[in-house]
């Protein structure tokens, strides 16, 4: 698997970022969850380009899991 160079991070810290990055969850091919490295890793399909690979650390990635799991499920 080849990840892209976007690491987003996660924590109880709240830092106002310049950058905001949208995904729409139609454009989400696949997700997974990496355990040991607490990660919550999903592809995502890019318009004329190859899709990436986003990996998002975080010490909630059981919950996260849960959540678009669930949210997921209704759709």
């Known amino acids: 698997m080849t990840l892209s160079h976007i690491v987003i991070i996660m924590s109880c810290v709240c830092v106002l970022q310049s950058q905001v990055i949208e995904f729409a969850w139609e454009d989400v091919l696949q997700f997974e969850v ?6 919550f890793n999903f592809e995502y399909r890019r318009e004329g380009r190859k899709p990436r690979w986003i990996r998002i650390f975080t010490p909630y990635v059981s919950a996260l899991l849960t959540s678009v799991s669930t949210w997921l499920s209704l759709c």
């Open 34 to 39: 990496d355990n040991d490295q607490m990660t």
